[in-house]
């Protein structure tokens, strides 16, 4: 079995260990002979599809998803509505994220670690506070912080992690349309690393609001950490009524993020 893997990050390096381990092939999806990002990772042009891959959180660009089923490839994916894991709720982070989509396939039997990574990928203020089975939240705190340690000293991340806290504690309330958010748009800038992480920590509803770094008149909105009908609201509602235009909105209510960008004229 052919493993076409996405854009590098915490679960896909997981992924790529137990598939290596395990005597799979494992290809990484390229756009123009290089690793896509995340960002990438559904408009890659390597390698072509065949019968029985898996594609794991990626897409070839020729292809759409529903194409490459017709091929008889796998999709592995949580992200897009049609997805196997879209949509899933916390309850059942471990058969929605892509790393238990992945056990599932092989027949494994999950671990400890890939648990705590499945949590964190999809569900990942629902798993800080105890609304998935079997995480405790106490301990999804230590796995997390271990994860931000492990590539710091001790005095450095913990200068770190308290800079970050309090540039989140200081971040102003705003509102949009009939929500209530904090704007946690500074921490893009400092301790972007962070920011998932704090906010739900602190139990915060929040937004980031920046221009796009290369269209002109464009801005990207996102916010997190928000109820299914908030999620709801944004998506439908709201957005339309950022700006002049709207090029594209994305989320998941049951994660409870949601994505927009719009154009504004001048």
């Not at 999709?75 to 196997?84: A, L, N, T």
Request: aromatic residues 12%; contains cysteine.
């Amino acid at each position: 079995m052919r493993f076409v893997l996405g854009g590098s990050d915490t679960e896909m390096k997981h992924i790529e260990r137990v598939l290596s381990e395990q005597g799979h092939e494992v290809i990484r999806a390229q756009i123009e002979g290089i690793r896509v990002t995340r960002g990438q990772a559904y408009r890659a042009d390597y390698p072509v599809p065949r019968i029985n891959d898996v594609w794991v959180e990626c897409q070839h660009a020729d292809y759409t998803k529903r194409e490459m089923y017709s091929l008889g490839i796998d999709i592995v994916d949580h992200h897009y509505e049609g997805d196997p894991g879209y949509g899933k709720p916390p309850a059942e982070y471990w058969d929605a994220s892509s790393i238990g989509q992945v056990y599932n396939l092989l027949g494994l039997e999950s671990d400890y670690e890939a648990r705590m990574i499945a949590a964190g990928d999809h569900c990942l203020y629902a798993a800080y506070h105890s609304m998935c089975p079997g995480i405790d939240k106490d301990d999804f705190k230590s796995y997390r912080m271990s994860y931000f340690g492990s590539n710091s000293r001790p005095k450095k991340f913990a200068s770190e992690f308290g800079s970050a806290m309090a540039l989140a504690k200081s971040c102003e309330t705003i509102r949009l349309g009939n929500l209530e958010l904090v704007d946690l748009t500074p921490m893009t800038e400092q301790h972007y690393s962070w920011l998932s992480d704090i906010s739900c920590l602190l139990n915060m509803k929040f937004a980031t609001i920046r221009p796009h770094h290369k269209k002109d008149g464009m801005k990207k909105y996102f916010v997190g950490n928000l109820a299914r009908k908030e999620i709801d609201y944004f998506m439908n509602e709201l957005v339309p009524m950022l700006g002049d235009e709207v090029i594209s909105v994305y989320g998941d209510p049951t994660r409870q993020f949601a994505g927009a960008i719009v154009w504004e004229s001048k």
